[in-house]
Nanobody, 123 residues
């Protein structure tokens, strides 16, 4: 079992930045690839970015490339999502998730999920 707790969400103006954190506890953190997804009201959960166990490989959705950066600190069992140049369309609940395979981009490959953190970007 892995427990995931996100933090760092909030309200920001267009063009602003936020850094989300996801702290993991339970089984060995390096066992898992990690991902961030988001879900806006009335929409399906959407892949944002994934990172492999070592942090050396990443995969980004086209909509966030060049603006968002994922990283992980295995010593702290934490994954981060730095979000820059935020847009109103980035408004959503952001979830981190853990997967036993590397860099999956669809939710069904992720076994563990956090409770989500709200990100709101005002225009």
């Amino acid at each position: 079992q892995v427990q995931l707790v996100e933090s760092g969400g909030g309200l920001v103006q267009t063009g602003g930045s936020l850094r989300l954190s996801c702290a993991a506890s339970g089984r060995t953190f390096t066992t898992y690839g990690m991902g961030w997804f988001r879900q806006a009201p009335g929409k399906e959960r959407e892949f944002v970015v994934a990172i492999n166990w070592s942090g050396r490989s990443t995969d980004y959705a086209d909509s966030v490339k060049g603006r968002f950066t994922i990283s992980r600190d295995n010593a702290k069992s934490t994954v981060y999502l730095q979000m820059n140049s935020l847009k109103p369309e980035d408004t959503a609940v952001y979830y981190c998730a853990a997967a036993v395979r590397s860099l999956p981009t669809t939710p069904e490959w992720y076994a563990y999920w956090g409770q989500g953190t709200q990100v709101t970007v005002s225009s």
